[in-house]
C-alpha cells in the first residue's frame, strides 16, 4: 500500500528534531496546500567553507514521484548516523559541503500531483527556449495547466519553489570552485538514468569531459553496477524551462570552476513491469508500491550517492586535464553524439 501522505515530511521533520545538533536547518519557503503550510527545508552538514568542495542532493521536485525524496531521506540518514560513529566519515564531511533539498514541491506531494499546487511543472519553469523541436506538451507547452508539463505563462514569475531551488543552488552551491547537483526523479522508462545537461538541445555542454571521466571512475570502482545509463538527457527528450540547464549555463557565465547537476530517473516501467495491477494505480506509476520492492528501491542507490559524495571530495584526483580531457571528449563525442553513440 502507498504510504500515506505526509509520512515523508514527518519522517523528514523527525530527522531534523533527533540531529538538531549535526544539522543546519532552514525552512527556505513556505507553501499553501490543501489548506495547509508546508515547509520547503533545506538541510545542510559538512564543511562551511567555500573554498571547499559541495554536493547537493535534491528530490521531489515532481510531487508524486515520492520515492525520489524517500531515497534522499533514507540517504540523509544514513549520513547522519554515519557520522556519528565512523571518523573516516567525520573527517570526509569536513572537508565537503553537503546541501539537501529532499522535498522541493511538497504541494504536489501532498495533492499528489507532478506539477506543483498552481498546476506548474517546475521542470518545464526556467526561463530556458529549447533549440529546434521539443516533443508535444512533453516538451513543456504555456497551453493550460489542465494539461500535464505545463511551463506557465511568459509573463509569470519563476514559481516561489523554482526560485527557492535556484537560491539555494546559487548560494550555496555556485560559489563553489567544484560542485555536483544530483536532483531525483522517477517515472521514465525501464533503466535508471542518469541525465546530464543539456535538455533543452543536442549539443555537448563544455563539461562534457569531466561527466564522461565521473562515469567512468564510476564503473571503473563499481563494475558490477551498471544498472546506470549515464547520458545526456537529450538523447532521451528535449525540453524547455529545465532547472539544471538554467543553473548549469548560469554557472558557466559567472565563475570559473566546475558545477554538474545531474538527474536520476529511476525506471519506475520496471515496477509496473513486475507488477502489472500497478498499472491501474496512477500513484504506482511512480513509486514502487510492494514493500520489498520499495525497500530494495531505498537502498539500491546509496551506494551511487556516497560515490558522488567522495568523488566530490576527491575531485581533483580524477577531474582531466590536458590531453587526458582532449581523449575523454573524443570518446564522450563518439558515445553520445556520433555513430557509436548509443547504450
Ligand atoms: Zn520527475
Request: neutral net charge.
Amino acid at each position: 500500500m502507498p504510504t500515506p501522505a505526509f509520512s515523508e515530511l514527518e519522517s523528514l521533520e523527525q530527522l531534523i528534531e533527533q540531529n538538531r545538533h549535526a544539522l543546519r536547518a532552514e525552512v527556505v519557503l513556505t507553501v499553501q496546500a490543501d489548506g495547509r503550510e508546508l515547509p520547503v527545508w533545506c538541510l545542510e552538514t559538512g564543511s562551511t567553507d567555500l573554498r571547499a568542495p559541495a554536493i547537493g542532493f535534491f528530490g521531489g521536485v515532481h510531487g508524486m514521484e515520492r520515492i525520489g525524496t524517500q531515497v534522499l531521506i533514507a540517504w540523509l540518514q544514513t549520513v547522519l548516523a554515519r557520522q556519528q560513529w565512523d571518523s573516516h566519515f567525520a573527517e570526509l564531511l569536513g572537508k565537503v559541503r553537503l546541501v539537501f533539498m529532499p522535498m522541493v514541491n511538497p504541494g504536489g506531494l501532498v495533492l499528489g500531483t507532478r506539477a506543483n499546487p498552481a498546476g506548474i511543472d517546475l521542470m518545464r519553469s526556467a526561463p530556458v527556449e529549447a533549440k529546434g523541436r521539443v516533443p508535444l506538451l512533453l516538451g513543456g507547452h504555456r497551453l493550460s495547466p489542465a494539461l500535464p508539463w505545463f511551463r506557465g505563462q511568459v509573463e509569470d514569475p519563476l514559481p516561489a519553489e523554482a526560485a527557492a531551488l535556484f537560491e539555494v543552488v546559487r548560494a550555496r552551491l555556485h560559489p563553489h570552485p567544484f560542485s555536483l547537483a544530483m536532483d531525483c526523479h522517477s517515472g521514465f522508462g525501464f533503466r535508471d538514468r542518469i541525465w546530464f545537461p543539456y535538455a533543452r538541445s543536442r549539443a555537448p555542454v563544455p563539461h562534457l569531459p569531466e561527466a564522461f571521466a565521473l562515469r567512468a571512475l564510476f564503473n571503473q570502482t563499481y563494475p558490477n553496477h551498471s544498472f546506470y545509463l549515464m547520458e545526456p538527457q537529450s538523447l532521451s527528450y528535449t525540453t524547455h524551462g529545465d532547472l539544471w540547464d538554467f543553473l548549469y549555463d548560469e554557472h558557466l557565465a559567472r565563475y570559473p570552476g566546475l558545477f554538474l547537476p545531474f538527474t536520476l530517473e529511476m525506471g519506475s516501467w520496471l515496477w509496473v513491469k513486475k507488477n502489472p495491477r500497478q498499472l491501474f494505480s496512477w500513484f504506482g506509476h511512480f513509486n514502487p508500491i510492494l514493500p520489498h520492492r520499495l525497500e530494495r528501491v531505498l537502498r539500491r542507490h546509496l551506494l551511487l550517492f556516497d560515490f558522488l559524495l567522495h568523488a566530490t571530495a576527491s575531485y581533483r584526483q580524477w577531474l582531466p586535464r590536458g590531453e587526458q580531457r582532449a581523449q575523454y571528449r573524443e570518446a564522450a563525442l563518439a558515445r553520445w553524439f556520433g555513430t557509436a553513440a548509443g547504450d
